[in-house]
Each structure stands twice: as C-alpha cells, then as structure tokens.
C-alpha cells in the first residue's frame, strides 16, 4: 500500500528512511539529521510503500519496505531517493512509487523529471528506462568516496518547445535530417 509522506507520523519516516539507507546505501546513506531536512525540506513529495497486513493502525518504521522522493522547483521534479528494502525488491515496489512520484509531478506541472543514478546500478538504470528516461550526461565521481561516476538522467513531461527534441527523437534522425530540421527551424524562429 502506497502512502504519502503527510499520511506517516513525522518520526516513523525518518526512522524507516534511515533504516533502508543503511541497509540499501551503506556509507552513501544520509544521516538521521539529511533525512530530517530532506524530509522538512519546501517542495517535496514522498511516497512510501507499506506493508497491508497490521493489527492496528499504528505504523511502524519496519512496516516500511520502500520509500521514493522529488523536489519540485516549478519546472522540473528531481528524483531525490528511492529505496527498497532488499527482502522487497523485484516486486513492482519500485515501479508502484515511480508511478506516483510521475503522475504527481504531471499534477504539479513539471516539465520533465531528473535523477541521477550509479552507472554500476543496473537494475535501477534499467528500472527508470522502462518509464522512459533517457540519459542526458554523466557526473564524474559523483559518489565518494569511491568515486563512481552517475548518470544523469531525463524524462520529458510535455513535449519540447519548437527547435528542441528529446535524445530519443535524435537518434532516430540522421545527420542530414538534423540539419535540415534544425535549418528549418531556425529559419521559423526568425519570422
């Protein structure tokens, strides 16, 4: 079950939050204080997957088995975190929080959405691929202190503005076709 981030307890989410970046990230994990800030932080959304079956209605830090957040800053959301607790993952957890960290966003209006992601974490890169992001550059050892480098990536909301594509609509032009549209646009842009 998918809840937001108004619908926990304020210390039960930062409590499940820390746990599964423990367990998930290791010595990139934030810390209690991040999470707090993150957390409290204008212009975010968070969703967190939940366990269906409890006692009570009390919600507990280990009934969380994922978490998944954006910042919106009036043109594009960008993807903050995901995390799903490693006994939960390869269930569509992941893929349940994407679709509603998305359809959000399209709420609010975003343009586009960004992340950035390890170049070594296949099952993510292949995760955001299948909603449709492409990659748009590469942060040099963006993660310490190992030092790997991440991913960059994007996925269009609306449609480009005159002039502009998507790297997808890109490559499936050749060079002469790119120039003939980028002269044909130039040439609209100038009227």
């Known amino acids: 079950m998918l809840v937001s981030l108004d619908e926990l307890d304020r210390e039960t989410a930062v409590a499940a939050v820390r746990a599964l970046e423990v ?4 010595s990139h994990a934030w810390s209690e204080a991040s999470i707090r800030q993150e957390l409290d932080a204008p212009a975010r959304m ?4 939940i366990t269906d079956t409890r006692d009570d209605d009390a919600i507990r830090p280990a009934d969380v088995r994922g978490f998944a957040g954006y ?3 009036g043109d594009d959301a960008e993807i903050m ?14 893929a349940s929080m994407m679709t509603w960290l998305i359809d959000r966003a399209c ?22 691929r ?5 990659n748009i550059g590469l942060r040099r050892r963006y993660y310490q202190p ?32 790119h120039k003939e549209q980028t002269t044909h646009t130039d040439h609209e842009e100038t009227r």
Do not use: C
């Open 81 to 94: 975190d995901v995390g799903v607790g490693k006994a939960y993952q390869r269930q569509g957890i992941a």
């Open 71 to 73: 910042w919106y800053d």
């Open 146 to 177: 190992e030092g790997i480098d991440a991913h960059v990536m994007a996925l269009d909301l609306e449609p480009r503005i005159v002039g502009f594509q998507s790297a997808g609509e890109r490559r499936d032009t050749t060079d002469a076709e």
């Open 23 to 26: 367990e998930l990230f290791g």
């Open 46 to 49: 968070y969703v967190f997957n």
């Open 130 to 134: 299948r909603f449709g992001f492409e």
């Open 107 to 128: 709420e609010q209006g975003a343009r586009r959405i960004l992340l950035e992601v390890s170049v070594v974490n296949d099952p993510a890169i292949a995760l955001y």
